[in-house]
């Protein structure tokens, strides 16, 4: 898997559709792209993993409440090969948050830093710089969905050029709104990341 692919193929797209014939084949990358991006925005977060581990900077804020050092990260599910450093400084005394993420199939996004850790960060922008295989193991399941409803969306989007679907007439209209799908937000509800502050 790569760093924010996209969540269903062509051939999958048209199966949903019950397309058979070849006319919209070169289109229909690009809606896919389309629908696949819409999806990450939604959610603050990509569903794809890089396919080597590497090295990214963050930087901590102190959390008053806990008395703890904080790194907002991104999503990680792996810990195999992960090392963090504040400066040139390896630091192996911290925790990953959320706790019960692995038990629920869900990322880690949060990296706090021990009482006692090697060395603590001081605020410095980016100098926490983990090295990981971030992002998700699989695409979720509710993914895939979003991204056939998604799709199919833009697809028949070019039969309503001024963004309006139905007819008046029979009572049937409709206006394609500028955010994703109602039922693609509801099947992602699960899975929004929520927007960092500052």
């Given at each position: 898997?790569?760093?924010?692919?996209?969540?269903?193929?062509?051939?999958?797209?048209?199966?949903?559709?019950?397309?058979?014939?070849?006319?919209?084949?070169?289109?229909?990358?690009?809606?896919?792209?389309?629908a696949?991006?819409?999806?990450?925005?939604?959610?603050?977060?990509?569903?794809?993993?890089?396919?080597?581990?590497?090295q990214?900077?963050?930087?901590?804020?102190?959390?008053?409440?806990?008395?703890?050092?904080?790194?907002?990260?991104?999503?990680?599910?792996?810990?195999?090969?992960?090392?963090?450093?504040?400066?040139?400084t390896?630091?192996?005394?911290?925790?990953?948050?959320?706790?019960?993420?692995?038990?629920?199939?869900?990322?880690?996004?949060?990296?706090?830093?021990?009482?006692?850790?090697?060395?603590?960060?001081?605020?410095?922008?980016?100098?926490?710089?983990?090295?990981?295989?971030?992002?998700?193991?699989?695409?979720?399941?509710?993914?895939?969905?979003?991204?056939?409803?998604?799709?199919?969306?833009?697809?028949?989007?070019?039969d309503?050029?001024?963004?309006i679907?139905?007819?008046?007439?029979?009572?049937?209209?409709?206006?394609?709104?500028?955010?994703?799908?109602?039922?693609?937000?509801?099947?992602?509800a699960?899975?929004?990341?929520p927007?960092?502050l500052?």
């Open positions: 898997m790569a760093w924010k692919p996209d969540y269903i193929t062509t051939a999958e797209l048209k199966a949903s559709l019950r397309i058979s014939d070849t006319v919209d084949d070169a289109e229909l990358p690009a809606v896919v792209t389309a696949s991006r819409a999806i990450d925005l939604c959610c603050n977060r990509q569903f794809g993993k890089v396919d080597a581990p590497e990214r900077s963050y930087t901590a804020r102190f959390s008053c409440r806990r008395g703890l050092w904080v790194v907002d990260v991104d999503d990680l599910m792996s810990t195999t090969g992960l090392t963090v450093l504040v400066g040139s390896t630091v192996t005394k911290y925790t990953l948050e959320p706790r019960n993420a692995a038990a629920e199939g869900k990322p880690w996004t949060r990296l706090v830093f021990a009482v006692d850790a090697e060395i603590q960060p001081t605020g410095v922008d980016g100098e926490v710089a983990p090295t990981g295989s971030w992002g998700w193991t699989a695409v979720p399941s509710q993914v895939t969905v979003a991204a056939k409803l998604q799709s199919s969306r833009f697809v028949a989007r070019r309503s050029p001024y963004g679907a139905g007819s008046p007439a029979t009572g049937s209209e409709l206006r394609l709104l500028a955010r994703v799908d109602p039922d693609v937000a509801v099947s992602l699960g899975l929004v990341r927007r960092k500052g």
